[in-house]
């Protein structure tokens, strides 16, 4: 890359860890007393590799650390090993698109008015951190999944999955129109991210949004992992047969359960679509005796939920061995052409994801495994090899970061915080010590009521409301860090949730949240008068 190889970002951006700041203090006190000289035309700031999965969640990634021990990721271990690792990345909605609005544009949902995956449509006019990095001189691409329903904008090249996309052999969209990719689509959206890559303008920074749709519902697996697991039996959750008892009804009356909503497609009894006569010889002779065996045993109860479970995990954990490769091929691609000193790469997901904890799949509430999502960044010369951070971050923190990153200003109406300083291992005094959280979309597709609620380290104050049900709940990670309780009604906790509701209502007086939300933010079925 003329002008921009050879060497980490040192001086101006990196030098060791945490000395942006001090390059700028140093290069004030060198030139006090001096007559201003001529501004030199800026530099540009380093490469972005920004690697983003869905449902993508921490229990699947040995680099978390699991108790159970589901997966080992080594690649994505080898990206940790080389970076940071947030342990308390938190999202803001938990679901798929307006995730990937508020990364867009760094803003709550309200803010950005793209509520649910149900009728939600973008405005792609406002203001994104592509559109401004495009402007300051970087070259902008963005292949995978994009799920925002308009266009994509501020990108020099894209190439999406229209809607979710399939796992097999997907159509994608361009600029210049729809075509049919074969192969499995985490190996064509790793195809197409390194075939950019290597094609792009040498002279520029880049900014690449390699953006996968695994491991979303339906966990249709690459052919090459079928029986990855040798029929391994998976350990259970605890939670698995979570009961609910003593739960708001809102917790108990859902539709994303493993017992009540697990479909043949989701448990591989009929074929994925878009897969081709040669692959499914290959998917039948793994499937077909284990289901031929499943279907004469006439499972029930408790013994249906567990054979689902294990099925679920073959599958979910093969689409996770895929990103991991993925993972790897790019990092590869990085090394092999001499820039991976000279390019931050973060790996991130838009929500976590249920492992069958609380008997659930999918994600949508506060709890922890939904909330929670991954993140690792690896900036040479910034970030500590090996370290992690355990501050409350958020998806809304990434535009701000991504800007800061390549000397932008960060709009005023952006609500995150750039993480540059928690990258070099210094932590802010006022750094945030709790989040607000509010999810929208009811009642289709798994009747999760609307809930707004606030989160800090230990605790979470949870209000379902607008339906037939208006509940409170108030979890305690510290004496119950399975959230299967709620404490709000226990006399030993007033003190503590008279501290969390006034926390709750400033947390909303700050990011503009006071009013109610739209009837459209909650889907295209109206469920009774709020």
């Not at 999955?161 to 192969?183: D, E, H, V």
């Not at 897969?275 to 013994?303: C, K, M």
């Amino acid at each position: 890359m003329a002008g921009h190889r050879g060497g980490r970002w040192n001086g101006e951006w990196c030098g060791g860890r945490g000395t942006f700041m001090a390059a700028l203090i140093g290069v004030a006190l060198l030139t006090a007393g001096r007559a201003p000289a001529a501004d030199p035309a800026p530099r540009p700031g380093p490469n972005i590799l920004f690697i983003f999965c869905d449902d993508l969640t921490c229990q699947a990634l040995s680099c978390y650390g699991d108790d159970r021990r589901l997966l080992q990721t080594p690649n994505i271990d080898r990206l940790a090993k080389a970076g940071m690792t947030f342990d308390r990345c938190l999202v803001t909605n938990s679901i798929c698109g307006p995730s990937r609005a508020t990364i867009l544009t760094g803003k709550y949902s309200h803010r950005n008015g793209f509520y649910n995956n149900t009728n939600s449509r973008f405005d792609s006019t406002q203001t994104t951190f592509p559109k401004l990095l495009q402007t300051a001189g970087y070259q902008t691409a963005l292949v995978g999944k994009w799920h925002l329903v308009s266009e994509p904008t501020g990108f020099d090249h894209w190439e999406i999955l229209p809607g979710q996309g399939i796992y097999y052999n997907p159509p994608m969209i361009s600029a210049s129109g729809k075509t049919t990719r074969r192969g499995y689509v985490t190996d064509v959206i790793t195809d197409l991210s390194l075939e950019w890559l290597a094609t792009r303008d040498r002279t520029k920074p880049f900014l690449l949004m390699s953006q996968h749709k695994a491991p979303h519902r339906e966990w249709a697996p690459p052919l090459r992992h079928l029986g990855w697991d040798g029929d391994r039996s998976h350990p259970e959750p605890a939670t698995l047969f979570d009961d609910y008892a003593g739960r708001s009804r809102a917790v108990s009356d859902h539709d994303m359960g493993i017992d009540r909503t697990f479909t043949e497609l989701d448990a591989k009894l009929r074929p994925p679509p878009g897969i081709t006569p040669e692959e499914l010889v290959t998917w039948n002779a793994y499937y077909g005796p284990r289901n031929d065996a499943f279907r004469a045993a006439n499972l029930s109860g408790r013994d249906l939920v567990r054979w689902r479970y294990q099925r679920y995990m073959h599958d979910y954990l093969a689409c996770v061995k895929a990103i991991d490769e993925s993972v790897g091929r790019m990092l590869d691609a990085l090394e092999a052409e001499g820039i991976a000193d000279e390019t931050v790469v973060i790996l991130s997901s838009d929500q976590g994801f249920f492992l069958g904890e609380h008997g659930w799949f999918d994600k949508r509430w506060i709890f922890e495994e939904s909330l929670r999502t991954p993140l690792i960044v690896r900036w040479p010369g910034l970030t500590e090899p090996g370290s992690q951070c355990d501050k409350i971050v958020s998806l809304i923190d990434f535009a701000p970061t991504f800007l800061t990153l390549a000397r932008v200003a960060v709009p005023a109406g952006m609500q995150g915080r750039a993480l540059q300083p928690l990258l070099a291992g210094h932590a802010p005094a006022d750094w945030r010590t709790s989040l607000y959280y509010h999810y929208y979309e009811y009642p289709v597709p798994h009747r999760v009521r609307p809930h707004r609620g606030v989160v800090t380290d230990r605790y979470k104050l949870v209000h379902y409301y607008g339906t037939d049900v208006d509940d409170w709940e108030l979890l305690d990670r510290e004496v119950d860090p399975l959230e299967t309780k709620s404490f709000h009604a226990d006399p030993a906790y007033a003190e503590r949730m008279r501290d969390l509701r006034a926390e709750l209502d400033r947390l909303r007086r700050e990011v503009g949240d006071e009013t109610d939300p739209p009837r459209t933010a909650f889907g295209d079925k109206p469920f009774g008068d709020r």
